[in-house]
Structure formats: C-alpha cells, structure tokens
C-alpha cells in the first residue's frame, strides 16, 4: 500500500508564502502523476498543481505564477511552493497519487478520479 502524509498547513496572511510537503511511504514505485487538490466546505474538491513522472506539471489558472510543485524523487516527496497567498487559497490542501506500471503515457491530471491515493489533508489560513 502506499501513504501520503502532507504538511506545512498553517496560517498566514495574504501576500505571504507558504510550502506544503507531502511524504510518500510503503509501496512508492511508478507514481505516474502526483497533484495537489484543494477543498473548502460545500464546495468541490479543486486541482491545484499537478506532475508527471517525468517533470511536466499543470496548474489551475488561480495559483499560476504563484504556486509551483516540485518532488523530489528520491526522497519521495511532493512540494507545493504557495508565494503571494490569497483568502480565496485557504482550503483543506490534499495530495493524491496515480500509480502504473508504465509511466510513459501518462500525463498531469486534474481528474479526481484518476487518483487511487489521498493524503489526510492539511490546513491552509490564509487572512486579509
């Protein structure tokens, strides 16, 4: 089975940063795609920042030029730089991993149903 623990939640004011981590354990071969996701009450659970195996990343049009995801293969990790915080970017921040035997063909997704992997979440305050 695989894990994912996120971290770095907290608060912060606007125009402030923040940077999230998500650790991977247990079974961590071919993650495929990894993205961060975002929920607030009564409201859908939204992609935020996405990458492949092999680098490629997206991001919803709200947080380009602001956030940037990065993993640190080796490690097992998954980052999620936030600079420049908005109100509108506080929400429960999850991780969720894709696995497959065969990466090539897979690309960045913001499909919530491609994901097979959750973290628990991790709070983001952001305030005016």
């Known amino acids: 089975q695989l894990q994912l623990v996120e971290s770095g939640g907290g608060s912060v004011q606007a125009g402030g940063s923040l940077r999230l981590s998500c650790a991977s354990s247990g079974d961590t071969y071919s993650m495929c795609r990894m993205a961060w996701f975002r929920q607030t009450p009564g409201k859908e659970r939204e992609g935020v920042a996405g990458?492949?195996?092999?680098?490629?990343?997206i991001y919803a049009d709200s947080v380009k030029g602001r956030f940037t995801t990065s993993r640190d293969s080796a490690k097992n990790v998954l980052f999620l730089q936030m600079n420049s915080l908005k109100p509108e970017d506080a929400a429960m921040y999850y991780c969720a991993a894709f696995r497959s035997l065969n990466c090539l063909s897979v690309s960045p997704s913001f499909d919530r149903g491609q994901y097979s992997y959750w973290g628990q979440g991790t709070q983001v305050t952001v305030s005016s």
């Open positions: 990458i492949g195996k092999y680098g490629r990343t």
